[in-house]
C-alpha cells in the first residue's frame, strides 16, 4: 500500500515496535534495514558500531540503509541495540517476502489477458495486472456488508455451471404467482428474461462466456478464474435486436437496484455494474433516446453500464452505434486488444465515443454444458471492465461506500473516472479512445483507494458541528449557516488528499451565514473545516457535483 502521508505510516510502524518484543518472521540471517533520524548520520553510526557494514544504499532521501553484521551474533541483541541508537529512527530485519500467489484455477495460466507472463507468442504484461489486485481484493462484499451484483444483459446463460456464482433473489418465493419483494416482477428467483416476459432463464453460450470474463469463480481449483471471484452474476435475457427488449432488460436491473437503494439493502439488489456485449451496429442516438436514456437512469441509482463496442474497424464518433454512441455520463464504451496490446483491427474506436480498450482477443472462458471454450470480440473486452468494477466495490474504504450510497450517481462517476485514468497508456491509443489505453485493474484500484483513503486527510472522526452546509452536494454556490450563537471566524477547505487548498478568514465580524462560490472547484469530496468566533472548530464533507 502507498501512504500518502509519509508521517502517518511512520507513526504507524513506530507503535507496532512497542508491541513486537520478538520477531520470528522469515528473515536473511545478518541482516538489518534502518531508518536514520532527521539529524542521524551513517557514518557515525558505524563507526560507534564497528560490527556494522553498510551492505546497500535503499533510499538515501528517506535515509534508509541495508546493514550486515556477522551472522553468529545474537541478531535480536543487534536489533535492540539498534532501535537504542540515537541516530536510528527505526531498525528491523530484512524480511523475505513471499511470492505473489496465483489462483489455483486449472486454465489460469491460458488466461493472458489476466496475467500475460507471454504465454502463446504474448507479451509479458500485456494484461490487467489481475493478480496484483487480488492482493487487494477479490470481490464479493463491501466494507459494509453488501453483496455486490454484477448484471449481465446477454442471450441467456447455463445457470448450473460449476465454474459460475449467479445471484439469487432471496426475497422472492418461487412459483406462487406473487410479486413477493414488490419489485415489479412475479416469482423472479433467479433474474429476469425480457424477451419473453418471464423468469426463466435460457440457455445460451455466449452470455455463459461473458458471464465467466467478468466473475467466474476463482481460486476453486476448476476452470477458469474471473476479474472478480466472488461478487454474483444477475442474469439477464435481453440482447435481442429488439430496442423494447433491451429497455426492459434494464429496466429489470434499475428496479432490483432501486429496491434496494429504497429499502437500505433489506429487498433488492445491490447491482454496481451493467455489462452489455450487444448492440445496433451503426445506430444514431438521436434514433434510439429511450434506449440511451437508460444508462441515465441506471446512473442515477448508481449503476455504471459497460458496453462494448462495434467488432468493425469504424470510427464510431463518424459512423455511430448503440449503445456506445450515447452520451450518457454513466456509460463506460469498450474497444478489444489482444495478447500483445495491440489493437484489434476489427474492432471499432473513436477518441469521443469510446473510452478505453481491454483484452477480447483469444479469451477463454465458461461456456456450456460446464465446459470452457476461446472466443473472441469486443464483446469479451468488455466485461474485463465490469470485473474490475464490481473488484473497486470490493475494494472502497467506508467513508466511500457511505458517501456513494446517500449520492450514488456522484460516486458511481468518480469509480469510472478511476477506471478511466488507470489505463496503461499505450503507443497510438490517444487518438483512438478517450482514455488512450487499456485496462489496469490494479491502477485503478490502488488509485480510487488511495484517494478515498479513510485516513488520508487525518480526520478519523467527521464531528458533527452546528454548522450547516447546504445545499449538500452543491454545484455552483454553497450558503453555510451557523445555528450557534457564535458568528463563523473562517473556513478552510481541503481535499481528500488533505492539501489545504483555501482559506476564508472573516475576523470577528462575520454574521451567521455565509455564501462561496465554488463553480470552479473540481467535482469530488471537500472536507470544510469551520472554526467560530470562540476557536470552537468542527469538520464536515462536502460534496462538489457537475452541472
Ligand atoms: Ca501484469
Ligand atoms: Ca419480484
Ligand atoms: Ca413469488
Ligand atoms: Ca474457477
Same mark, same amino acid.
Given at each position: 500500500?502507498?501512504?500518502?502521508?509519509?508521517?502517518?505510516?511512520? &507513526? $504507524?510502524?513506530?507503535?507496532?515496535?512497542?508491541?513486537?518484543?520478538?520477531?520470528?518472521?522469515?528473515?536473511?540471517?545478518?541482516?538489518?534495514?534502518?531508518?536514520?533520524?532527521?539529524?542521524?548520520?551513517?557514518?557515525?553510526?558505524?563507526?560507534?558500531?564497528?560490527?556494522?557494514?553498510?551492505?546497500?544504499?535503499?533510499?538515501?532521501?528517506?535515509?534508509?540503509?541495508?546493514?550486515?553484521?556477522?551472522?553468529?551474533?545474537?541478531?535480536?541483541?543487534?536489533?535492540?541495540?539498534?532501535?537504542?541508537?540515537?541516530?536510528?529512527?527505526?531498525?528491523?530485519?530484512?524480511?523475505?517476502?513471499?511470492?505473489?500467489?496465483?489462483?489455483?484455477?486449472?486454465?489460469?495460466?491460458?488466461?493472458?489477458?489476466?496475467?500475460?507472463?507471454?504465454?502463446? #507468442?504474448?507479451?509479458?504484461?500485456?494484461?490487467?495486472?489481475?493478480?496484483?489486485?487480488?492482493?487487494?481484493?477479490?470481490?464479493?462484499?463491501?466494507?459494509?456488508?453488501?453483496?455486490?451484483?454484477?448484471?449481465?444483459?446477454?442471450?441467456?446463460?447455463?445457470?448450473?455451471?460449476?465454474?459460475?456464482?449467479?445471484?439469487?433473489?432471496?426475497?422472492?418465493?418461487?412459483?406462487? #404467482?406473487?410479486?413477493?419483494?414488490?419489485?415489479?416482477?412475479?416469482?423472479?428467483?433467479?433474474?429476469?428474461?425480457?424477451?419473453?416476459?418471464?423468469?426463466?432463464?435460457?440457455?445460451?453460450?455466449? @452470455?455463459?462466456?461473458?458471464?465467466?470474463?467478468?466473475?467466474?469463480? #476463482?481460486?476453486?481449483?476448476?476452470?477458469?478464474?474471473?476479474?472478480?471471484?466472488?461478487?454474483?452474476?444477475? *442474469?439477464?435475457? @435481453?440482447?435481442?435486436?429488439?430496442?423494447?427488449?433491451?429497455?426492459?432488460?434494464?429496466?429489470?436491473?434499475?428496479?432490483?437496484?432501486?429496491?434496494?437503494?429504497?429499502?437500505?439493502?433489506?429487498?433488492?439488489?445491490?447491482?454496481?455494474?451493467?455489462?452489455?456485449? $450487444?448492440?445496433?451496429?451503426?445506430?444514431?442516438?438521436?434514433?434510439?433516446?429511450?434506449?440511451?436514456?437508460?444508462?441515465?437512469?441506471?446512473?442515477?441509482?448508481?449503476?455504471?453500464?459497460?458496453?462494448?463496442?462495434?467488432?468493425?474497424?469504424?470510427?464510431?464518433?463518424?459512423?455511430?452505434?448503440?449503445?456506445?454512441?450515447?452520451?450518457?455520463?454513466?456509460?463506460?464504451?469498450?474497444?478489444?486488444?489482444?495478447?500483445?496490446?495491440?489493437?484489434?483491427?476489427?474492432?471499432?474506436?473513436?477518441?469521443?465515443?469510446?473510452? &478505453?480498450?481491454? *483484452?477480447?482477443?483469444?479469451?477463454?472462458?465458461?461456456?456450456?454444458?460446464?465446459?470452457?471454450?476461446?472466443?473472441?470480440?469486443?464483446?469479451?473486452?468488455? *466485461?474485463?471492465?465490469?470485473?474490475?468494477?464490481?473488484?473497486?466495490?470490493?475494494?472502497?474504504?467506508?467513508?466511500?461506500?457511505?458517501?456513494?450510497?446517500?449520492?450514488?450517481?456522484?460516486?458511481?462517476?468518480?469509480?469510472?473516472?478511476?477506471?478511466?485514468?488507470?489505463?496503461?497508456?499505450?503507443?497510438?491509443?490517444?487518438?483512438?479512445? $478517450?482514455?488512450?489505453?487499456?485496462?489496469?485493474?490494479?491502477?485503478?484500484?490502488?488509485?480510487?483507494?488511495?484517494?478515498?483513503?479513510?485516513?488520508?486527510?487525518? &480526520?478519523?472522526?467527521?464531528?458533527?458541528?452546528?454548522?450547516?452546509?447546504?445545499?449538500?452536494?452543491?454545484?455552483?454556490?454553497?450558503?453555510?449557516?451557523?445555528?450557534?450563537?457564535? *458568528?463563523?471566524?473562517?473556513?478552510?477547505?481541503?481535499?481528500?488528499?488533505?492539501?489545504?487548498?483555501?482559506?476564508?478568514?472573516?475576523?470577528?465580524?462575520?454574521?451567521?451565514?455565509?455564501?462561496?462560490?465554488?463553480?470552479?472547484?473540481?467535482?469530488?469530496?471537500?472536507?470544510?473545516?469551520?472554526?467560530?468566533?470562540?476557536?470552537?472548530?468542527?469538520?464536515?464533507?462536502?460534496?462538489?457535483?457537475?452541472?
Amino acid at each position: 500500500m502507498k501512504c500518502l502521508l509519509k508521517n502517518i505510516c511512520i &507513526l $504507524f510502524f513506530a507503535f507496532n515496535f512497542t508491541l513486537i518484543a520478538q520477531d520470528n518472521s522469515a528473515h536473511i540471517k545478518g541482516e538489518a534495514l534502518v531508518m536514520l533520524n532527521k539529524t542521524g548520520q551513517l557514518d557515525k553510526l558505524l563507526n560507534n558500531n564497528t560490527e556494522l557494514h553498510l551492505k546497500q544504499v535503499i533510499s538515501k532521501r528517506s535515509g534508509i540503509y541495508l546493514l550486515s553484521f556477522d551472522s553468529l551474533l545474537n541478531e535480536q541483541t543487534i536489533l535492540t541495540k539498534l532501535r537504542g541508537n540515537s541516530e536510528i529512527y527505526i531498525a528491523q530485519f530484512n524480511h523475505i517476502t513471499q511470492s505473489r500467489s496465483l489462483p489455483d484455477d486449472l486454465q489460469f495460466g491460458v488466461q493472458y489477458a489476466l496475467h500475460n507472463t507471454g504465454q502463446s #507468442g504474448g507479451t509479458l504484461d500485456a494484461d490487467i495486472d489481475a493478480p496484483e489486485a487480488w492482493d487487494i481484493t477479490t470481490g464479493g462484499l463491501t466494507s459494509a456488508g453488501d453483496s455486490i451484483v454484477i448484471a449481465i444483459v446477454d442471450d441467456g446463460f447455463q445457470l448450473t455451471h460449476p465454474d459460475l456464482n449467479f445471484w439469487k433473489n432471496n426475497f422472492e418465493i418461487a412459483s406462487n #404467482g406473487i410479486d413477493d419483494d414488490g419489485n415489479g416482477y412475479i416469482d423472479d428467483t433467479k433474474g429476469w428474461n425480457a424477451v419473453n416476459n418471464s423468469n426463466s432463464i435460457v440457455l445460451a453460450q455466449h @452470455g455463459t462466456h461473458v458471464a465467466g470474463i467478468a466473475a467466474a469463480r #476463482g481460486n476453486n481449483a476448476m476452470g477458469v478464474s474471473g476479474v472478480d471471484w466472488k461478487s454474483k452474476i444477475m *442474469p439477464v435475457v @435481453g440482447s435481442t435486436i429488439l430496442e423494447s427488449v433491451a429497455i426492459a432488460a434494464y429496466t429489470y436491473v434499475l428496479e432490483c437496484r432501486r429496491l434496494y437503494n429504497e429499502t437500505s439493502g433489506a429487498k433488492g439488489a445491490f447491482v454496481v455494474v451493467t455489462n452489455s456485449s $450487444f448492440g445496433v451496429n451503426q445506430g444514431q442516438p438521436a434514433n434510439f433516446p429511450l434506449w440511451c436514456a437508460m444508462y441515465d437512469s441506471l446512473g442515477k441509482q448508481g449503476i455504471l453500464s459497460v458496453c462494448a463496442t462495434a467488432n468493425n474497424n469504424w470510427d464510431i464518433d463518424v459512423i455511430g452505434d448503440i449503445p456506445t454512441a450515447c452520451t450518457s455520463n454513466y456509460m463506460i464504451t469498450v474497444a478489444s486488444t489482444n495478447r500483445n496490446d495491440g489493437r484489434v483491427t476489427t474492432s471499432a474506436y473513436g477518441t469521443n465515443s469510446i473510452d &478505453l480498450a481491454a *483484452p477480447g482477443s483469444a479469451i477463454l472462458s465458461t461456456y456450456a454444458t460446464n465446459t470452457y471454450t476461446t472466443l473472441s470480440g469486443t464483446s469479451m473486452a468488455s *466485461p474485463f471492465v465490469a470485473g474490475t468494477i464490481s473488484l473497486m466495490y470490493a475494494a472502497a474504504c467506508d467513508s466511500f461506500i457511505q458517501l456513494y450510497k446517500q449520492y450514488p450517481d456522484s460516486f458511481a462517476m468518480e469509480v469510472k473516472n478511476f477506471i478511466i485514468n488507470g489505463v496503461d497508456q499505450k503507443v497510438g491509443f490517444d487518438t483512438l479512445y $478517450f482514455s488512450g489505453g487499456r485496462l489496469n485493474a490494479h491502477t485503478s484500484i490502488v488509485d480510487f483507494q488511495n484517494y478515498f483513503n479513510c485516513y488520508s486527510v487525518g &480526520l478519523k472522526k467527521i464531528e458533527k458541528g452546528n454548522f450547516i452546509i447546504s445545499p449538500n452536494p452543491a454545484m455552483d454556490k454553497l450558503t453555510i449557516f451557523n445555528n450557534d450563537s457564535n *458568528p463563523i471566524k473562517s473556513i478552510k477547505v481541503i481535499d481528500v488528499t488533505g492539501k489545504t487548498i483555501s482559506l476564508l478568514n472573516f475576523g470577528n465580524n462575520n454574521s451567521h451565514k455565509t455564501e462561496i462560490n465554488i463553480s470552479n472547484w473540481d467535482n469530488g469530496v471537500y472536507y470544510l473545516q469551520f472554526t467560530d468566533i470562540n476557536e470552537n472548530s468542527t469538520t464536515q464533507k462536502l460534496v462538489k457535483i457537475g452541472s
